[in-house]
């Protein structure tokens, strides 16, 4: 059951092969079995899910479903779910059950999804590896001495091992399709916007969007259906409507053509990698597609606006942990500043206080317009470059990462080598734009991303090529050696 699609077994459901009792149960034992050696998970939901799974056995009985009914999925902890713990990956939120849940929580509840459980994190979603938790490293099921990438690491490990058929995620800068490329799955960072931020812990809100992490791109546009959609809680998000995702992935082939930056094959890519990202290329041309050489003249900036971007917005947003509303308090403090010096330092790890510090000083009078107002220009730079560039192609294509996963504590010492994993992730949400990221091959039995960049509000197009490149290649099925049974 648990090799089985999201697309697949809502037909199962659907069918009354399968209860969907009988897969969370499944489902539960399998992560009780095979997370101990992954880490994947914060908070396993068993008694919640039991309830979800018979309502949606009911609801499967009188046939109101959606393709979600009864699927076992996960949240990533950054997600409020009410009456469970929301920790965001950190100590300063350990003792955080949140009053009520995340929109994105709610519309998967609605629709009748089963919640096992929320998964592990970067604290505050700040990593490319997943190393910074508080609950500790998640491992990589194709090599666990090796890391799955971050921040949604705990989503893309699990879903890769099959512990849950999919998961919610978030991407700042690259954390949904970096882990999604590392762990041999398929991810996708929406149009900002494109899904709410309504109860999803903020870290740097004019980058910040939920997704999906699954196995297929299939799978994406059945969950995406279900998280998309304008809601009046987050004033950033679109009242643009919902196209059908399915239906729309699902329609004939039309050629498209895909720009292929230069920029996107430097120095810093592994060779194989290239490689491989090229032979997926060609799989489109096959197809039909046309392969357009591009230039984006700014991109190679990215890395550093983000840097200063993200710190500067998440330094804002964490000054709301403070030790006196909710979450974890200092004892013994003698005053007020001394409650939140003690609470702060004693709450957050060394990478948040790395960014809070970071940000703090690039907001601060003196350095203000020499960083934070430079950034943001550059950043318009970016944006400007991808709008260009889509006047002549559909879609931009390249890596998700330069290399596949690296060994667990190979770049902790080395912040700057650890930010720069995210040099082909980090355009799009700099310019609010949707990516997709779906295996493309293996290095050594390590896998690696293919990644596809549209313009504003074209999720369409991303599944669609997503779905039609599935079809002719078949690196989504392949499972990692001792998670088959
Ligand atoms: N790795 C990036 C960072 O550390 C992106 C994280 C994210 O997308 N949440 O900020």
């Known amino acids: ?209 939920a997704g999906t992490l699954t196995r297929t791109a299939e799978d994406s546009a059945l969950m995406l259906q279900v998280m998309a959609g304008a809601d009046e809680r987050d004033s950033t998000s679109l009242p643009a409507t919902v196209p059908d995702f399915s239906k729309a992935q699902k329609s004939a082939w039309e050629n498209i053509t895909i720009g292929v930056p230069d920029n996107f094959f430097d120095d810093s890519l592994d060779t194989k990698n290239a490689q491989l990202v090229k032979e997926a290329l060609s799989v489109f041309e096959k197809l039909g597609a046309r392969i357009k050489d591009i230039h984006l003249k700014h991109i190679h900036l990215s890395v550093p606006v983000y840097y200063v971007v993200a710190p500067a917005e998440a330094s804002s947003n964490l000054s709301r942990f403070d030790g006196v509303r909710f979450g974890h308090r200092a004892e013994h403090a003698e005053n007020l500043t001394e409650l939140y010096m003690k609470t702060r330092g004693e709450g957050f790890g060394s990478e948040v206080k790395r960014r809070i510090l970071t940000g703090t000083y690039v907001l601060s009078a003196g350095y203000y317009d020499a960083y934070y107002l430079q950034a943001q220009k550059v950043r318009q730079l970016i944006s400007q470059d991808f709008a260009e560039a889509f006047k002549t192609v559909d879609v931009i294509a390249g890596p998700t990462t330069p290399t596949p996963a690296f060994r667990i504590g190979q770049k902790t010492d080395d912040p700057i080598q650890m930010y720069l994993n995210d040099m082909y992730t980090i355009g799009a949400p700099l310019a609010g734009l949707p990516a997709l990221s779906m295996p493309c091959g293996f290095i050594n039995n390590l896998p690696v991303g293919l990644q596809l960049i549209g313009p504003h509000l074209s999720e369409e197009k991303l599944f669609k090529a997503g779905y039609y490149y599935q079809q002719e290649t078949d690196w989504h099925n392949f499972v990692p050696s001792g998670y088959e049974a």
């Open 1 to 209: 059951m648990h090799d089985a699609t999201i697309a697949h077994l809502a037909q199962s459901l659907k069918d009354r092969k399968v209860s969907s009792k009988e897969l969370t149960k499944h489902f539960l034992d399998r992560i009780s079995r095979l997370d101990t050696g992954l880490n994947s998970f914060i908070t396993v939901c068993e008694e919640e899910a039991l309830a979800q799974a018979d309502s949606a056995d009911e609801r499967l009985a009188t046939g109101d479903v959606t393709p979600l009914t009864g699927i076992p999925i996960a949240h990533k902890d950054i997600f409020c779910t009410e009456g469970v713990k929301t920790s965001c990956g950190s100590r300063i939120l350990d003792n955080f059950i949140s009053p009520y849940d995340a929109t994105v929580v709610a519309k998967l509840k609605a629709a009748g999804a089963v919640m096992l459980g929320k998964t592990n994190m970067d604290e505050f979603a700040m990593g490319s590896s997943n190393e910074t938790s508080f609950y500790g490293v998640v491992h990589n099921p194709w090599d666990t001495t090796r890391v799955p990438g971050g921040s949604s690491g705990g989503s893309a490990a699990a879903v890769a091992a099959q512990l849950v058929s999919g998961a919610t995620g978030t991407d700042t800068g690259g954390s949904i399709r970096q882990p999604a490329a590392l762990t041999g799955i398929t991810g996708l960072k929406p149009t900002y916007g494109r899904v709410s931020r309504y109860g999803m812990v903020a870290f740097a809100s004019s980058l910040d969007q």
